[in-house]
């Protein structure tokens, strides 16, 4: 399947050989926000890159002085790698780190559960049916302990719809939990999947990237896994709002939006997207590893915080309500810093 790309510009010569090497004049200061004009829509084209403007083009747009939003440090953690988190509500957030732990947050102080191994992807269906990926394999929380389900550790995305509609991608592609053992249900044949989400129990997506540097996303029906559409650049998350809302983003900056029978591109943000999220179509977030927050207004992506660390994942509940997480440090718009205090880890 071909995607659609904007129109009104004209196409990169080359691609950017890594996030690294993406223009400074995309990057915006903690003390400035910009918004990022998605152009419009044409029909079907041949596979080409979005243009790249030297300034202000297209895409990018200085916007006014605006308020750094409500955004806050919520926890610290020193030297320990952030890498997952979960929100169920304002006084219900998980988070993992690769120090082996799981910090919690009710409320009133950050809680912390120890697994003594290097934890990875999480997600969840609610506080009592949590994965979690480590070096060991994937563990699952049913409330009350910590089990492990698989042994095998490479894994780069999980996503969960409910008890019987789990899914890890791994080096191979994608197994899927059917209630006792884990299974595999697609082969990837060489692409590298990084991304995974899910609307409902027959829509699903998953993204990653093909030996030659460009882009694949592969979607779920109910009963087998395909390719959906191949794209010029990587691919690294995706987040799913409904069956015809979903959004792929790329570490050089890409994103590509599916409306129910097409993905097109419909921006180039030019920062190193690393993780999207939302709580519908209306509420949709992404951050990059240069520590930009963004939020999709409309058509139009305008960064609404800078951090001072990279960002890797993020998690919201609602409009207001929303997490993020970096190298070290956990950002909230609603959660004060506090004290952190020991979880009971009887039965781990």
Do not use: K
Request: contains cysteine; aromatic residues 8%; charged residues 10%.
């Amino acid at each position: 399947m071909r995607f659609r790309q904007p129109s009104g510009g004209r196409a990169r010569s080359a691609r950017s050989s890594a996030a690294g090497h993406l223009r400074s004049s995309a990057l915006v200061s903690a003390a400035a926000v910009v918004a990022l004009l998605v152009a419009g829509c044409g029909s079907a084209a041949p596979a080409t890159r979005a243009p790249q403007p030297e300034a202000v083009g297209d895409e990018l747009t200085v916007a006014a002085q605006a308020p750094a939003s409500v955004w806050q440090v919520a926890w610290v953690s020193p030297s320990v790698q952030l890498t997952g988190i979960h929100v169920f509500g304002p006084e219900n957030v998980w988070v993992a780190g690769s120090d082996g732990r799981i910090y919690a947050w009710d409320g009133t102080g950050w809680h912390v559960q120890r697994l003594d191994e290097d934890l990875g992807a999480m997600a969840a269906v609610s506080p009592r049916d949590v994965w979690v990926s480590s070096d060991d394999g994937i563990r699952h929380w049913n409330g009350s302990g910590w089990s492990l389900t698989s042994h095998d550790g490479a894994v780069t995305a999980l996503a969960a719809l409910d008890a019987h509609h789990v899914w890890a991608t791994d080096q191979i592609g994608i197994r899927t939990w059917n209630g006792t053992t884990w299974v595999r249900q697609y082969v990837a044949a060489g692409a590298d999947l990084t991304g995974i989400a899910t609307a409902d129990a027959t829509h699903a997506w998953a993204v990653g990237s093909l030996p030659d540097g460009s882009g694949v996303i592969v979607a779920w029906d109910g009963s087998a896994w395909t390719v959906q559409a191949t794209v010029p650049q990587p691919l690294s998350a995706v987040y799913a709002a409904g069956p015809a809302s979903a959004w792929a983003i790329g570490p050089e900056g890409a994103v590509y939006t599916w409306d129910g029978s097409t993905w097109q591109q419909t921006a180039d943000l030019h920062l190193p997207l690393t993780g999207i999220a939302g709580s519908g179509p209306g509420h949709v977030w992404a951050v990059s590893q240069s520590g930009q927050v963004l939020s999709l207004e409309g058509s139009t992506w305008t960064v609404v915080y800078r951090a001072p660390t990279t960002l890797s994942a993020i998690s919201a509940l609602d409009g207001s309500t929303v997490w993020a997480i970096g190298f070290d440090t956990i950002y909230s718009t609603v959660a004060p810093s506090s004290t952190p205090a020991q979880w009971n880890t009887a039965g781990l």
